[in-house]
């Protein structure tokens, strides 16, 4: 529960009542809770190394909701959207909270790495008429070509001696 007043065009958010949404809040809005949150608590100098650990274990956490599932059964479970929500908003919590440490502004972060995105995975080579065998092949080319090989890829003329 967000225990800040918050006003939008007028309206002031009650305690308990929720406002927040995907289509009316900012990723600054969200930074801005936390570090409210962060600086009632004197949470205001973690060290970036131990901020990106409680990343990767959220992470974690939110991966133990999907062990031993398909994703039919994530899909149709309440119980278990509803505990990947809360882990999903520790991730972000973390993630916010790294950047602004690290005086890293995320969303230029993502516009910079969606640019990288769209020249490394091209759509000629990932389109939706594509076979899954064809966009893998040239996932794990990639993969090969950035990393210095890939177990899973086979240059096509080793592909054709087979």
């Known amino acids: 529960m967000i225990t800040q ?3 939008k065009k007028g309206h002031c ?8 949404n995907d289509q009316t809040t900012s ?3 969200i930074k801005e809770l936390i570090r409210i949150f962060r600086k009632k608590r004197g949470w205001t100098n973690e060290d970036p190394k131990d ?18 599932l398909t994703g039919d059964e994530v899909l149709n479970n309440q119980k278990i959207k509803d505990a990947i929500s809360e882990e999903m908003s520790d991730v972000l919590w973390w993630l916010v909270n790294l950047g ?3 005086g890293i502004d995320v969303a230029q972060a993502f516009e ?11 759509e000629s080579l990932f389109s939706p008429t ?3 065998e064809e966009k893998d092949r040239a ?3 990639i993969k090969a070509a950035t990393r210095g090989g890939h177990p899973l890829y086979e240059p096509e003329q080793e592909k054709e001696k087979k």
């Open 100 to 102: 602004d440490r690290l």
């Open 130 to 132: 594509m076979t899954q």
């Open 51 to 68: 901020i990106a650990l409680s990343l990767i274990l959220e992470g974690s956490e939110l991966l133990e909701h999907f062990q031993w």
């Open 139 to 141: 996932y794990y080319k």
């Open 13 to 20: 958010a009650t305690e308990g009542e929720k406002q927040m």
């Open 5 to 7: 007043k918050r006003c």
């Open 112 to 122: 910079r790495k969606m640019e990288k995105n769209e020249k490394k995975y091209p």
């Open 27 to 29: 990723l600054s809005q």
